[in-house]
């Protein structure tokens, strides 16, 4: 059984740092995306970055250019959200997902993504 497990997040003061993992466990997909979006109450999902696992290709939300980075670790199997200059807009939960990468590249598009994580809360306060 696939399972999709979060980790990392808390509550940090804006201009900090935060980090987040997420590793796919069980039998997956070879070539996968794999990443982060986020959600806060009354408001939909959306794609914050996403890391094609095959060529290490990465998708950012323009909102986060420049702040998060999302990488990879091949020997822990992992996927990490360094998110740096923390804004209070940033506040929201978490959540990993993967699946095959979209055909037409519209990687940030959460209806894309079958399996997610529990989510985890991230808090900036000003």
């Known amino acids: 059984q696939v399972q999709v497990v979060e980790s990392g997040g808390g509550s940090v003061q804006a201009g900090g740092s935060l980090r987040l993992s997420c590793v796919v466990s069980?039998?997956?997909?070879?070539?996968?995306?794999m990443g982060w979006f986020r959600q806060v109450p009354g408001k939909e999902r959306e794609g914050v970055a996403i890391?094609?696992?095959?060529?290490?290709?990465?998708s950012y939300a323009d909102s986060v250019k420049g702040r998060f980075t999302i990488s990879q670790d091949k020997v822990e199997n992992t996927v990490n959200l360094q998110m740096n200059s923390l804004k209070p807009e940033d506040t929201a939960m978490y959540y990993c997902a993967a699946d095959h990468c979209a055909a037409n590249g519209d990687h940030l598009n959460r209806a894309w993504y079958n399996y997610w994580g529990q989510g985890t809360q991230v808090t900036v306060s000003s």
């Open positions: 069980g039998n997956f997909y070879r070539s996968y995306c």
């Open positions: 890391i094609d696992r095959s060529d290490g290709s990465t």
